[in-house]
Each structure stands twice: as C-alpha cells, then as structure tokens.
C-alpha cells in the first residue's frame, strides 16, 4: 500500500478545502497523475476505499476522513413524513432505527442481511449508494434492490451534494445496477 497523510476533518468545508477530487475521477486519473504527490480524497468510513489502497488502485497523497464530522449520521424525521438520512449513518444503525423499521421494513431487513455484522458496524449508506461496484454480490444486489423498490414506493428522492455540484435526483435514477459477478 502507498504511504499517504492523514487529515481529521471537523466540517465539510475543511475537508472540501483539502481533497483535491472524488474517489470516483482519482479512479480514472492515469497512474503518473496519481504519482505527483498532490491528490488529495476524502474518506467516509473508508471500507470500499481501504480495498482499494490494498490493491494498489488508489494512490492518494493524502486522505481527508469524514468520521469527525458532526451530524454526518442523523437520522432527522421530516415535518412531511419522510427521512433525511445522513450519508455516515451506517448500515447497523439505520437497520435498528425504530421510525426505518416501522415505515419501512422492507429496506431494514435489507440492510441486516446486506454483510457481515462487522462490516454492517462500519459501512455507511452514503458509502454503498457511492460506491464502485466491482462485483454484483447477492448481498449487495439485495441491498440494492430492496433499496430501489422502498425509493419508489415512498416517492423519495436523493440530495446530493459534492465538491463540484449539488443536484436532487429521483432515488431510481440515481441508483445503479451493480455489475455480473467477476
């Protein structure tokens, strides 16, 4: 794995003032833009990015971690009966969450079966529905689906918000197909 430095963000605009660019276009970087010693991603809980390092896929310079955030993982119930869930939220806690389970129940039984308990501990929504699907897992595609089907049922729709843009989109459109299994 590449040395890099490390930086604790406390708010989004400092770790918008240090990264240099998403995980998504350092993928796409060619190798020698990764060796300048100037990229600079940010990191959620890191799970998907963390694989990447190992591989020798992503070779930030530095990386700008989310976890000291404050509010990244609330869970706010709506004056209009929705959720707004925090891209930090992890998996576990979004599918022990009372309002998730009772309205729901369909999406919280994804999320208990989507990995491990140890993986559900760490990884964040904002993560999975992020994140670059290398393989279709069943796990992951029942997340997905599950996911997809709660979004269209309750009319829901994404915020996303970046570095670059912030846009809202229907939840179905934003959400992806993973690939056929490698």
């Not at 770790?15 to 833009?33: N, R, Y």
């Amino acid at each position: 794995m590449n040395r890099f430095a490390w930086t604790n963000a406390k708010s989004i605009s400092e770790a918008a003032a240090v990264a240099s660019t998403t995980v998504a276009d350092a993928m796409t970087l060619p190798p020698e833009a990764m060796d300048h010693g100037d990229t600079a991603i940010v990191k959620a809980s890191g799970i998907d990015i963390l694989d990447l390092l190992k591989e020798g896929l992503l070779k930030p310079a530095k990386v700008v971690s989310l976890t000291g955030v404050p509010g990244l993982d609330d869970v706010v119930e709506l004056k209009d009966g929705g959720l707004r869930i925090g891209p930090m939220a992890t998996l576990a806690s979004l599918s022990d969450h009372r309002v998730l389970q009772q309205r729901y129940p369909a999406l919280a039984d994804a999320l208990r079966g989507s990995a491990s308990p140890q993986i559900r501990n760490v990884a964040t929504l904002g993560g999975n529905l992020l994140q670059r699907p290398r393989c279709g897992t069943s796990a992951h595609t029942r997340f997905i689906v599950c996911v997809r089907v709660a979004a269209i049922a309750s009319r829901s729709t994404a915020k996303i918000n970046t570095m670059r843009f912030s846009t809202t989109r229907s939840a179905p459109s934003f959400i992806l197909r993973p690939r056929p299994r490698c």
